[in-house]
């Protein structure tokens, strides 16, 4: 995992879950969805066919493992995942359980409105559900937030 930096963006626009096998788990900082971003921790990786063909198996595993918690837990109507990077280019993978009334349905939440950050103690229980459906310790190295 040697040179591996998290994206000053996803670091400033996000709170660390934990660490899966190939992954830093980060919840976004909007209350609206339930958002999560799965960031491989790969050192100059852009886009997942830079990835070797296991932490491609791997990044599978664990958006489809993410996935099926965050539907269960948060019951939505669709789980969009998706791979971006027109802002950070370090390969991220986005989780967003849409419901058909919340407030982008049916289009895109990204650049539908300003975030709205958790309050405290609503962070702090997301953050703790999701590290126990995860079987996370949320322990992440501060060189590395």
């Not at 669709?78 to 991220?92: R, T, Y």
Request: proline letters at 7%.
């Amino acid at each position: 995992m040697g040179g591996f930096a998290l994206h000053p963006r996803l670091a400033a626009d996000c709170h660390a879950v934990g660490d899966l096998p190939l992954s830093r788990v980060l919840l976004f900082d909007d209350c609206r969805y339930p958002w999560v971003i799965l960031v491989p921790r790969r050192a100059r990786v852009c886009e997942i066919h830079e990835l070797s063909a296991s932490d491609r198996r791997r990044l599978l595993d664990e958006s489809c493992r993410l996935g099926e918690l965050l539907m269960q837990v948060f019951v939505g109507d669709k789980l969009n995942v998706a791979a971006l990077g027109n802002l950070v280019p370090q390969l991220h993978v986005h989780h967003v359980v849409r419901r058909v009334d919340d407030p982008a349905w049916p289009g895109p939440v990204w650049g539908h409105s300003p975030a709205q950050r958790y309050r405290p103690g609503a962070c702090t229980s997301r953050l703790v559900q999701l590290r126990q459906g995860l079987n996370l310790d949320g322990d992440v190295s501060a060189s590395e937030r």
